[in-house]
């Protein structure tokens, strides 16, 4: 048994031991999710058009996510709304700035990897960086949006009285709380995968200009930002669409 296989089993058990039933299915659901990236990319790989195999997954993952371990509610509905919505409009951003910011391929410091592997490989890595800062992303505002609406949720059910205005502003003040500790999540999930290369150039004796101009610290970078720009758009988009729904569910 591998080490791999052995930190699976344990995580399998904790998450039976702490979350229960919620924490069984969201096990499954970690798993659902992977086989779903997996497939992905086999897709990507036989030339199909990668940003719309990972807009299709990107939702996939999404429904799986908030509707197996949540169950089919309103706050769950919009969530999913929420998520896919600013999983567009971030598409939509990165797409024209990820050719500008010249970022695509592979750059000089990871010439010695691909030295011995084919690189006529017929895909568009304009299309796959941008693939990249969605999947990154979707995690992240996936946990801010569900719990920004389920929290309104709460609210409401607690006090249905409470006007629109209301909860709509408790909805943003609960984001605005949120907005810190996520940006960071997201910071530090990238910069840790790069802290090797930041100890390659320190070896190598890289100048600061040097490593701020290399094209895969420019490319953490953009990721890291671009995905900031979905973590702040998922607040409001979530608070206006949650309170629409709560209150379009109680006058109809």
Same mark, same amino acid.
């Given at each position: 048994?591998?080490?791999?296989?052995?930190?699976?089993?344990? $995580?399998?058990?904790?998450?039976?031991?702490?979350?229960?039933?919620?924490?069984?299915?969201?096990?499954?659901?970690?798993?659902?999710?992977?086989?779903?990236?997996?497939?992905?990319?086999?897709?990507?790989? #036989?030339?199909?058009?990668?940003?719309?195999? *990972?807009?299709?997954?990107?939702?996939?993952?999404?429904?799986?996510?908030?509707? /197996?371990?949540?169950?089919? &509610?309103?706050?769950?509905?919009?969530? $999913?709304?929420?998520?896919?919505?600013?999983?567009?409009?971030?598409?939509?951003?990165?797409? &024209?700035?990820?050719?500008?910011?010249?970022?695509?391929?592979? +750059?000089?410091?990871?010439?010695?990897?691909?030295?011995?592997?084919?690189? =006529?490989?017929?895909? !568009?890595?304009?299309?796959?960086?941008?693939?990249?800062?969605?999947?990154?992303? $979707?995690?992240?505002?996936?946990?801010?949006?569900?719990?920004?609406?389920?929290?309104?949720?709460?609210? =409401?059910? &607690?006090?249905?009285?409470?006007?629109?205005?209301?909860?709509?502003?408790?909805?943003?003040?609960?984001?605005?709380?949120? $907005? +810190?500790?996520?940006? !960071?999540?997201?910071?530090? #999930?990238?910069?840790?995968?790069?802290?090797?290369?930041?100890? /390659?150039? /320190?070896?190598?004796? /890289?100048?600061?200009?040097?490593?701020? !101009?290399?094209?895969?610290?420019?490319?953490?970078?953009?990721?890291?930002?671009?995905?900031?720009?979905?973590?702040?758009?998922?607040?409001?988009?979530?608070?206006?669409? *949650? #309170?629409?729904?709560? =209150?379009?569910?109680?006058?109809?």
């Amino acid at each position: 048994m591998n080490v791999s296989m052995v930190l699976l089993i344990i $995580l399998f058990i904790l998450m039976i031991i702490i979350g229960g039933k919620r924490g069984v299915k969201s096990f499954f659901t970690l798993i659902f999710n992977f086989s779903i990236l997996f497939f992905m990319l086999i897709l990507i790989a #036989a030339q199909m058009d990668p940003i719309k195999i *990972t807009f299709i997954g990107s939702i996939t993952i999404t429904y799986i996510t908030l509707f /197996y371990i949540n169950g089919l &509610n309103k706050k769950t509905v919009s969530a $999913l709304i929420s998520v896919t919505l600013v999983i567009f409009i971030t598409m939509l951003i990165t797409y &024209n700035m990820a050719g500008n910011a010249q970022i695509q391929g592979f +750059g000089t410091e990871q010439s010695e990897t691909i030295a011995s592997l084919s690189v =006529y490989v017929q895909l !568009n890595f304009s299309k796959i960086v941008i693939c990249e800062v969605l999947v990154g992303l $979707l995690g992240a505002i996936i946990d801010v949006s569900i719990s920004i609406s389920s929290s309104m949720y709460e609210l =409401y059910k &607690n006090d249905s009285s409470i006007s629109k205005s209301t909860i709509l502003k408790s909805g943003m003040n609960i984001g605005k709380d949120i $907005l +810190g500790t996520m940006t !960071n999540t997201l910071l530090f #999930a990238y910069i840790g995968g790069f802290m090797t290369l930041i100890i /390659y150039f /320190y070896e190598l004796h /890289y100048s600061v200009s040097s490593i701020i !101009n290399a094209k895969v610290f420019c490319s953490e970078v953009f990721q890291v930002l671009c995905g900031g720009i979905g973590i702040i758009l998922i607040i409001p988009i979530t608070s206006i669409i *949650t #309170a629409n729904i709560l =209150y379009l569910k109680s006058n109809s």
